[in-house]
């Protein structure tokens, strides 16, 4: 979920739209004006500008206008228009930023009395949604939270006129509180069914016993864009006041909407020297926080993530976009600048894939980083990190770029301080390496009998599953079946270890529950669009399903608390929406939670440790992972409970359960900016409910230094107040007792200290490390690694599909129509491999043009026709007739090709070739015509000739074809070179003189039946052509008439047959 502010343009144009079906006597009649507006011509359209008095203002998310001078009332349009004018595109400083103000809003002015005014808000909570209304409303409505009247009405239900009179209204006067009561009804309507998360009226004036919104402030939840599209209309989410919006940041905008992974963009400071490219969402955060809590936030350029395992392009373009931004200009002063490539172990993105894409841009922008004294800091690792780390330093080289990559052994943002030049790099540190403590059995959320279902076809996260089960030497695999809506009941091929074992895969949850009695797990992979509907039906099956799991981001959030409220009538762990889940180790793990395979042994996820971590973000869960294993004993279970405002298991639900389970010894707890629930914890401390050991960080300490309202990476990663900000609640805990670390860079050494106490007090006492296990390797990976090698079954050098894009012969789809090479060009790639000449294209076009039919007699459209009027599909009459082609039709060129360009070679005259034909009673291919002569040539041979003649390097087959015509012609004037013969004599001297084959070639494209395939390509559009033309017409079943067949019957067979 992602809470957006709207201008107050688009929330009452949405309010006047929703109330407009309601009979409401309030019309909202309002203009939004921008530089581009003209201004002379609007009366024109708003024709109430010049009858009414006025109000104007900017519509710039900017708050207290009134007290800022930034409104003019009781106008009229000359003088609005004049104080627009004055104000448009000036600087103005307003809520402690300066900028230009370019949007305003005029509406009519409505006269009224301080007493008419009153202050409404509704805003979601995790509970439903809570009312404030105060009797009072304007500028100085002073601390409305301490005055206002409260009410929560609970998710999913309405309150009525009477329930909010009640709650809300008791201070006003009998007449005002009907029409306050049905417009504070209506007004949750739209709230609701807008999927608004925020709304403010102040004030809202009661004139007449009718409601007139005067101000107002609006967020949208903009995840439910899929919901509502056709309600919102064109609804535009703008910029805080004080942030310019950058085109590069809506070119990512506009990709992150096209993909299902992650790409965010915020530029903070274009002139900055440090500039961020970093993986995964709470990572993102963390790495602003470290430039930040080391003293360089005002040098911090941007903020911005890739995530959800981005392609080549998308990760090419996102990585272009960062570096164009930031070699724009070099420094003011001279200096260098940084770009760190960072992030965290990811779960199952390929790095090296990623960093192709990075390689793409750097490749590209090399000069320009040169230039502005550019130095790279790379730190990353997950799926595949070996390779993509290769790739980078073999970039280093290449380009002779001052790249410095790290891997998992180094921490996470140690980076940022080798980057600043804070400190030097160091020698990575090896693990702890402290063995398993002692563990009583099935004390944690999972068992090594834990079974689940797996909701959609994601057959990578089964694997891993089913990996993680094998690793940790389960009896069993902890996934009973797949369910996947859009197949019917069928099994899926996975491994079991070494062993291929068929998984069944089932249509409907009902029937897969039915069958799988055992299972108590759900973890759906649905998309946002069907999570909601998905998750609503497992939940409906409490008496079987315990816990379930909603992996997809961009659930909207009306849709989640109503999720949350049934998940917890019915007494189900709900974890999620945006989450990549948790694990258990030694026990169970959801979908990717954990990494590949390499990074569950390297983390010693394979067995229990002695800590439980809750973290917000999936992606640093994995680092957690890291974190834990090189300072303690290693993790007994870990939770990622999503980055979402509200998610189904709170940190609070998490650290409680690990307090009630003996073999936790000391708790992590990694939270973010925004939100309330770190007090919660705050206060169990206090309370006495959490009395182990607890290390906790909360990221997002940046946003301090921001002068506007920074939307991080998870979507509830915002703080709404003071409170929710990470600096408030890192001093919140450390308050309580927790053990807090100065930064995250110093986070894996709070827990280390952490451990190291518990060692001493014998808390923890470790065994020795067991041996780990093994998996054996998937083929594909270890293929994709380099490490085993097998001869193809098939080889293919025309096309290639694997990668980001396709390629024809080499040449990316994309590139195919930007330059625009026609069909021409795409067979020239195809059929030859080679980009041949525009004119060879061209050629090829025309040929495709000239032999794309010859009328519905000859033998080929004839056998289509009847296929297709015996009720045949298009691909069985069109092959009817494409059978037809041969040496009789159509498969003349390649003979007529063959023929002519042997008689050339030999140096024989035109002449003794005819005759010596004649002597071998040998047809001349490629000379004939039934219809045409020489007094009554083909076109299609002129078009043919004109343009060999006029665009091809040389023509002597085809002159030489042209002199056998003037022989052949005297001894018939329809012994003309024909289509046929002239296609294959230009197409024999295109192959010769274009430069770009061989002789050998050229004779083997030929002998291979290029020819007689140009024909079956043209043939085939005429086929369809007459397919189609018999279908449309409705011809029936055809049947040859008897009196245009010649019946030849021997005598004895009609005799009478001999009496038996």
Same mark, same amino acid.
């Given at each position: 979920?992602?809470?957006?502010?709207?201008?107050?343009?688009?929330?009452?144009?949405?309010?006047?739209?929703?109330?407009?079906?309601?009979?409401?006597?309030?019309?909202?009649?309002?203009?939004?004006?921008?530089?581009?507006?003209?201004?002379?011509?609007?009366?024109?359209?708003?024709?109430?500008?010049?009858?009414?008095?006025?109000?104007?203002?900017?519509?710039?998310?900017?708050?207290?206008?009134?007290?800022?001078?930034?409104?003019?009332?009781?106008?009229?349009?000359?003088?609005?228009?004049?104080?627009?004018?004055?104000?448009?595109?000036?600087?103005?400083?307003?809520?402690?930023?300066?900028?230009?103000?370019?949007?305003?809003?005029?509406?009519?002015?409505?006269?009224?009395?301080?007493?008419?005014?009153?202050?409404?808000?509704?805003?979601?909570?995790?509970?439903?949604?809570?009312?404030?209304?105060?009797?009072?409303?304007?500028?100085?409505?002073?601390?409305?939270?301490?005055?206002?009247?409260?009410?929560?009405?609970?998710?999913?239900?309405?309150?009525?006129?009477?329930?909010?009179?009640?709650?809300?209204?008791?201070?006003?006067?009998?007449?005002?509180?009907?029409?306050?009561?049905?417009?504070?009804?209506?007004?949750?309507?739209?709230?609701?069914?807008?999927?608004?998360?925020?709304?403010?009226?102040?004030?809202?004036?009661?004139?007449?016993?009718?409601?007139?919104?005067?101000?107002?402030?609006?967020?949208?939840?903009?995840?439910?864009?899929?919901?509502?599209?056709?309600?919102?209309?064109?609804?535009?989410?703008?910029?805080?006041?004080?942030?310019?919006?950058?085109?590069?940041?809506?070119?990512?905008?506009?990709?992150?909407?096209?993909?299902?992974?992650?790409?965010?963009?915020?530029?903070?400071?274009?002139?900055?020297?440090?500039?961020?490219?970093?993986?995964?969402?709470?990572?993102?955060?963390?790495?602003?926080?470290?430039?930040?809590?080391?003293?360089?936030?005002?040098?911090?350029?941007?903020?911005?993530?890739?995530?959800?395992?981005? $392609?080549?392009?998308?990760?090419?373009?996102?990585?272009?976009?960062?570096?164009?931004?930031?070699?724009?200009?070099?420094?003011?002063?001279?200096?260098?600048?940084?770009?760190?490539?960072?992030?965290?172990?990811?779960?199952?993105?390929?790095?090296?894939?990623?960093?192709?894409?990075?390689?793409?841009?750097?490749?590209?922008?090399?000069?320009?980083?040169?230039?502005?004294?550019?130095?790279?800091?790379?730190?990353?690792?997950?799926?595949?990190?070996?390779?993509?780390?290769?790739?980078?330093?073999?970039?280093?080289?290449?380009?002779?770029?001052?790249?410095?990559?790290?891997?998992?052994?180094?921490?996470?943002?140690?980076?940022?301080?080798?980057?600043?030049?804070?400190?030097?790099?160091?020698?990575?540190?090896?693990?702890?390496?402290?063995?398993?403590?002692?563990?009583?059995?099935?004390?944690?959320?999972?068992?090594?009998?834990?079974?689940?279902?797996?909701?959609?076809?994601?057959?990578?996260?089964?694997?891993?599953?089913?990996?993680?089960?094998?690793?940790?030497?389960?009896?069993?695999?902890?996934?009973?079946?797949?369910?996947?809506?859009?197949?019917?009941?069928? &099994?899926?091929?996975?491994?079991?270890?070494?062993?291929?074992?068929?998984?069944?895969?089932?249509?409907?949850?009902?029937?897969?529950?039915?069958?799988?009695?055992?299972?108590?797990?759900?973890? $759906?992979?649905? &998309?946002?669009?069907?999570?909601?509907?998905?998750?609503?039906?497992?939940?409906?099956?409490?008496?079987?399903?315990?816990?379930?799991?909603?992996?997809?981001?961009?659930?909207?959030?009306?849709?989640?608390?109503?999720?949350?409220?049934?998940?917890?009538?019915?007494?189900?762990?709900?974890?999620?929406?945006?989450?990549?889940?948790?694990?258990?180790?030694?026990?169970?793990?959801?979908?990717?939670?954990?990494?590949?395979?390499?990074?569950?042994?390297?983390?010693?996820?394979?067995?229990?440790?002695?800590?439980?971590?809750?973290?917000?973000?999936?992606?640093?869960?994995?680092?957690? $992972?890291?974190?834990?294993?090189?300072?303690?004993?290693?993790?007994?279970?870990?939770?990622?409970?999503?980055?979402?405002?509200?998610?189904?298991?709170?940190?609070?639900?998490?650290?409680?359960?690990?307090?009630?389970?003996?073999?936790?010894?000391?708790?992590?707890?990694?939270?973010?900016?925004?939100?309330?629930?770190?007090?919660?914890?705050?206060?169990?401390?206090?309370?006495?409910?959490?009395?182990?050991?607890?290390?906790?960080?909360?990221?997002?300490?940046?946003?301090?230094?921001?002068?506007?309202?920074?939307?991080?990476?998870?979507?509830?990663?915002?703080?709404?107040?003071?409170?929710?900000?990470?600096?408030?609640?890192?001093?919140?805990?450390?308050?309580?007792?927790?053990?807090?670390?100065? &930064?995250?860079?110093?986070?894996?050494?709070?827990?280390?200290?952490?451990?190291?106490?518990?060692?001493?007090?014998?808390?923890?006492?470790?065994?020795?490390?067991?041996?780990?296990?093994?998996?054996?390797?998937?083929?594909?990976?270890?293929?994709?690694?380099?490490?085993?090698?097998?001869?193809?079954?098939?080889?293919?050098?025309?096309?290639?599909?694997?990668?980001?894009?396709?390629?024809?012969?080499?040449?990316?789809?994309?590139?195919?129509?930007?330059?625009?090479?026609?069909?021409?060009?795409?067979?020239?790639?195809?059929?030859?491999?080679?980009?041949?000449?525009?004119?060879?294209?061209?050629?090829?076009?025309?040929?495709?043009?000239?032999?794309?039919?010859?009328?519905?007699?000859?033998?080929?459209?004839?056998?289509?026709?009847?296929?297709?009027?015996?009720?045949?599909?298009?691909?069985?009459?069109?092959?009817?007739?494409?059978?037809?082609?041969?040496?009789?039709?159509?498969?003349?060129?390649?003979?007529?090709?063959?023929?002519?360009?042997?008689?050339?070679?030999?140096?024989? &005259?035109?002449?003794?070739?005819?005759?010596?034909?004649?002597?071998? $009673?040998?047809?001349?291919?490629?000379?004939?015509?039934?219809?045409?002569?020489?007094?009554?040539?083909?076109?299609?041979?002129?078009?043919?000739?004109?343009?060999?003649?006029?665009?091809?390097?040389?023509?002597?087959?085809?002159?030489?074809?042209?002199?056998?015509?003037?022989?052949?012609?005297?001894?018939?004037?329809?012994?003309?070179?024909?289509?046929?013969?002239?296609?294959?004599?230009?197409?024999?001297?295109?192959?010769?003189?274009?430069?770009?084959?061989?002789?050998?070639?050229?004779?083997?494209?030929?002998?291979?039946?290029?020819?007689?395939?140009?024909?079956?390509?043209?043939?085939?559009?005429?086929?369809?052509?007459?397919?189609?033309?018999?279908?449309?017409?409705?011809?029936?079943?055809?049947?040859?008439?008897?009196?245009?067949?010649?019946?030849?019957?021997?005598?004895?067979?009609?005799?009478?047959?001999?009496?038996?």
């Amino acid at each position: 979920m992602s809470a957006k502010a709207i201008r107050e343009y688009d929330g009452k144009r949405l309010l006047t739209e929703f109330l407009s079906t309601r009979g409401a006597s309030w019309t909202g009649r309002q203009v939004l004006i921008t530089p581009e507006t003209d201004l002379e011509a609007l009366p024109g359209t708003y024709p109430w500008l010049k009858e009414c008095k006025l109000v104007a203002k900017p519509d710039q998310l900017i708050k207290r206008r009134g007290k800022g001078g930034l409104i003019t009332l009781n106008c009229d349009w000359d003088a609005a228009k004049a104080w627009i004018k004055e104000r448009m595109e000036k600087e103005v400083e307003a809520d402690n930023v300066k900028a230009e103000l370019n949007r305003f809003l005029v509406e009519p002015f409505l006269p009224h009395e301080q007493k008419e005014e009153v202050y409404i808000c509704i805003q979601s909570t995790r509970e439903g949604e809570e009312f404030l209304f105060h009797h009072e409303g304007g500028v100085d409505v002073g601390d409305v939270d301490a005055k206002a009247k409260r009410m929560v009405n609970p998710i999913g239900a309405t309150p009525t006129e009477e329930e909010l009179t009640a709650a809300l209204l008791t201070e006003l006067t009998p007449d005002a509180q009907a029409p306050v009561a049905k417009f504070i009804s209506q007004l949750f309507q739209m709230f609701t069914q807008y999927h608004f998360v925020y709304l403010e009226i102040n004030p809202l004036v009661v004139k007449e016993n009718v409601c007139f919104p005067l101000d107002m402030a609006a967020k949208i939840d903009e995840t439910a864009h899929f919901e509502c599209e056709k309600v919102w209309g064109d609804l535009e989410f703008p910029a805080p006041f004080g942030r310019a919006p950058h085109p590069e940041e809506a070119f990512i905008h506009g990709l992150d909407a096209k993909t299902g992974a992650s790409l965010k963009l915020t530029i903070l400071n274009p002139k900055g020297r440090v500039w961020l490219m970093v993986a995964g969402g709470g990572a993102s955060v963390i790495y602003a926080d470290t430039v930040t809590d080391l003293g360089f936030g005002k040098e911090l350029a941007n903020y911005g993530e890739y995530s959800g395992a981005p $392609n080549e392009t998308l990760t090419y373009e996102y990585a272009k976009t960062v570096l164009k931004l930031m070699t724009n200009e070099p420094d003011a002063e001279g200096r260098e600048k940084v770009l760190i490539i960072g992030g965290g172990i990811a779960n199952f993105t390929d790095v090296a894939a990623t960093f192709k894409g990075i390689v793409r841009a750097l490749t590209e922008f090399r000069d320009r980083l040169t230039a502005v004294k550019a130095k790279i800091w790379v730190r990353r690792a997950g799926p595949n990190w070996q390779e993509g780390l290769k790739l980078m330093k073999q970039t280093a080289l290449n380009l002779d770029l001052p790249i410095r990559v790290h891997g998992p052994e180094t921490h996470m943002t140690a980076v940022v301080s080798y980057a600043l030049g804070l400190s030097e790099p160091k020698p990575a540190a090896a693990a702890a390496g402290y063995g398993p403590s002692k563990q009583e059995a099935n004390q944690g959320m999972f068992t090594n009998q834990t079974r689940a279902i797996i909701y959609g076809m994601q057959l990578q996260a089964v694997q891993q599953m089913m990996d993680f089960d094998y690793l940790c030497k389960r009896d069993k695999p902890s996934v009973a079946a797949i369910v996947f809506p859009f197949s019917g009941d069928h &099994s899926q091929r996975v491994y079991w270890g070494g062993k291929e074992v068929m998984l069944p895969c089932y249509s409907k949850l009902e029937t897969a529950l039915r069958t799988h009695p055992d299972v108590s797990v759900m973890v $759906n992979f649905a &998309s946002y669009r069907s999570a909601f509907a998905s998750t609503m039906e497992a939940l409906s099956h409490s008496g079987q399903i315990k816990t379930v799991a909603v992996i997809a981001e961009g659930v909207p959030e009306r849709q989640t608390r109503m999720l949350i409220k049934e998940a917890e009538r019915r007494c189900v762990n709900f974890i999620g929406p945006a989450t990549v889940g948790g694990l258990q180790p030694g026990a169970f793990r959801i979908g990717n939670t954990g990494g590949a395979i390499e990074n569950i042994v390297a983390c010693k996820l394979y067995r229990p440790g002695s800590v439980g971590y809750v973290s917000k973000s999936g992606g640093m869960s994995n680092e957690l $992972n890291n974190i834990i294993s090189r300072n303690t004993d290693g993790v007994a279970e870990g939770l990622a409970i999503g980055g979402d405002r509200y998610p189904g298991t709170r940190f609070l639900d998490v650290l409680l359960r690990y307090e009630q389970n003996p073999n936790i010894k000391m708790l992590v707890l990694l939270g973010e900016v925004g939100g309330t629930d770190e007090y919660d914890v705050c206060e169990a401390i206090k309370t006495g409910k959490i009395t182990k050991p607890l290390v906790a960080w909360c990221v997002g300490t940046c946003a301090k230094c921001f002068s506007f309202e920074v939307q991080f990476g998870h979507a509830g990663a915002l703080a709404r107040s003071q409170m929710e900000t990470a600096h408030a609640k890192n001093e919140a805990m450390a308050e309580a007792g927790a053990h807090v670390p100065s &930064s995250f860079d110093t986070f894996g050494d709070k827990i280390n200290e952490v451990f190291q106490k518990l060692l001493d007090e014998k808390v923890v006492c470790p065994e020795e490390e067991p041996e780990p296990p093994q998996v054996p390797m998937d083929y594909s990976w270890a293929k994709k690694l380099g490490l085993i090698r097998k001869p193809a079954a098939f080889l293919s050098s025309i096309v290639d599909e694997r990668g980001e894009e396709l390629t024809y012969a080499g040449m990316p789809i994309s590139k195919v129509f930007e330059e625009d090479i026609g069909i021409g060009g795409v067979l020239s790639l195809l059929w030859f491999r080679r980009r041949l000449p525009a004119y060879a294209a061209k050629f090829i076009e025309i040929v495709l043009m000239v032999t794309a039919d010859h009328g519905p007699a000859v033998s080929g459209a004839h056998n289509t026709i009847v296929t297709a009027r015996a009720g045949k599909d298009l691909v069985s009459s069109l092959v009817s007739g494409l059978l037809t082609i041969g040496p009789r039709f159509g498969g003349a060129l390649d003979e007529a090709a063959t023929m002519f360009a042997n008689a050339f070679d030999t140096g024989v &005259s035109a002449e003794s070739f005819v005759n010596n034909m004649k002597k071998e $009673n040998k047809l001349i291919m490629g000379i004939g015509h039934k219809l045409k002569s020489i007094h009554n040539p083909d076109k299609r041979v002129t078009i043919v000739k004109d343009f060999a003649k006029k665009h091809f390097p040389s023509t002597e087959i085809l002159d030489f074809a042209l002199a056998v015509e003037q022989v052949t012609t005297k001894k018939k004037a329809n012994l003309i070179l024909n289509v046929d013969g002239c296609i294959a004599c230009a197409f024999v001297d295109l192959l010769r003189s274009c430069g770009h084959f061989t002789r050998q070639e050229a004779d083997e494209s030929i002998a291979h039946g290029t020819l007689n395939g140009l024909f079956v390509m043209g043939r085939t559009a005429g086929f369809i052509g007459h397919f189609l033309d018999q279908k449309r017409l409705k011809q029936g079943l055809y049947r040859h008439p008897v009196d245009d067949i010649n019946y030849i019957v021997e005598e004895e067979v009609m005799s009478p047959l001999a009496p038996q």
